[in-house]
């Protein structure tokens, strides 16, 4: 029984397969039965237009005007306006104003005014207004919306993308959305991954959870690890930005070409001391450091991070702000930590190096009062359970190596 049922099946598909392509000539109120061609219309399925149909197996008929059901497969060789609805796979020739609802794929040739949804895959040679499987979309043009679990395909998106896994495309106008990776030569809107974003170029933002890469931004790239582009006309956001040339970073390590890199060692009012690394662009530049403060044996390990801004610099002289942070720890149940405004002039004393010292106002968090020694004037402090506050003017000083 069972093989005659697969056969039956396959035969059926067969013969869908191979039905040439008609159109619709007359109007038929219902179309039933089991699989092509054992049904109401027969051999000549092709030329009727149905409000409705139900097949148990497969079915095909030359367009459909309400609601066309199919225990397996379904193929519409002209329009379908209503709701196609298989087990397996759906078919339309011409366009689909509607909803196609498929077990594995969805095909189309035009589905500008329909919703696709399928377990697998929508395949759609027009545009598309909203297409939404568990694996795989693919259009030409999308005006709409596509949703993947997987991956979503498209020569041009002007609207919105949403996948599991990845979304390609050839140009975006609207909203990429990602759980692992957007490709796109162009974005002209918003790319958001939460692993990465890849353009061409990106007219917007681009956001990911740790790299976007660029050839060319003319806005925002936002990563929660790295930033990648050439041309930055805008702003690069994350703890890593990478670019030929750019005068806004944002982030910690900012290896820009034609930017700012310098290395410097530093100690502060705490005896705190600092190896630093700052890098930006002209203007901004983030700070990176590690060190250590020599008199506190409890906290011998130590981090510096933080953004500066040159107000000004000649060919003997510079003029930085700094916002840091400093924090000190043993690494289990010890730690010091001191947020500080630093205002620091810098004299040139070779082609490369720069001497600084310049005065601060810092406030500090410490679990003991006795840990670091406080050396600068006090503005305010206070004494709590467990904890030790302080503000306080200071001082930096130090070296920088540029290079």
């Known amino acids: 029984m069972k093989t005659l049922e697969l056969k039956t099946t396959l035969f059926s598909f ?42 148990l197996l497969t079915g095909l008929s030359g367009g459909e005007t309400g609601a066309a059901i199919y225990g397996l497969a379904g193929i519409v060789r002209g329009d379908l306006q209503g709701a196609q609805i298989s087990g397996l796979w759906n078919n339309v020739s011409g366009k689909v104003s509607g909803v196609q609802v498929a077990g594995i794929l969805n095909q189309s040739a035009d589905a500008t005014e329909s919703a696709q949804i399928a377990g697998v895959g929508n395949i759609n040679l027009g545009n598309s207004a909203f297409q939404a499987s568990g694996i795989f979309n693919t259009a030409k043009n999308v005006n709409g919306s596509q949703i993947a679990g997987i991956s979503n395909l498209a020569d041009s ?20 959305v990602a759980g692992v990776a957007n490709i796109s030569p162009e974005i002209d809107g918003v790319q958001v991954a939460g692993i990465s974003s890849l353009a061409k170029k990106v007219d917007g933002l681009q956001i990911s959870g740790i790299s976007n890469v660029a050839d060319q931004v003319e806005g925002i790239q936002i990563s929660g690890l790295v930033n990648r582009a050439k041309i930055v006309k805008g702003m690069q956001i994350g703890l890593i930005n990478i670019a030929n040339s750019s005068d806004l970073t944002i982030g910690l390590i900012n290896i820009v070409k034609n930017g700012d890199k310098r290395l410097g060692l530093s100690i502060d009012e705490n005896l705190n001391s600092f190896l630093t690394f700052r890098s930006g662009g002209k203007r901004l530049y983030g700070i990176f450091g590690i060190g250590t403060n020599f008199e506190a044996a409890d ?96 001082f930096t000083a130090g070296l920088n190596v540029r290079f």
């Open 14 to 55: 067969l013969l869908l397969g191979i039905i040439s392509v008609s159109y619709a000539q007359e109007k038929s109120p219902a179309h039933l039965g089991l699989f092509y061609p054992v049904s109401t219309h027969g051999t000549t399925a092709a030329d009727y237009t149905n409000d409705f149909s139900l097949h």
């Open 157 to 176: 998106v002007d609207g919105f993308q949403v996948a599991g896994i990845a979304n390609i495309s050839k140009s975006v106008n609207g909203l990429q």
């Open 299 to 394: 906290f011998p390990y130590g981090f510096e991070g933080g953004l500066g801004w040159n107000l000004l610099e000649n060919n003997n002289f510079r003029l930085d702000v700094e916002g840091v942070s400093k924090y000190l720890t043993d690494f289990e149940d010890k730690e010091f930590s001191k947020f500080s405004f630093q205002l620091l002039p810098a004299l040139k004393i070779s082609e490369r190096i720069y001497l600084f010292a310049g005065p601060s106002l810092s406030y500090s968090h410490s679990e003991d009062l006795d840990k670091v020694k406080n050396s600068g004037l006090m503005i305010w402090d206070e004494i709590g359970r467990n904890k030790y506050q302080s503000i306080l003017l200071g």
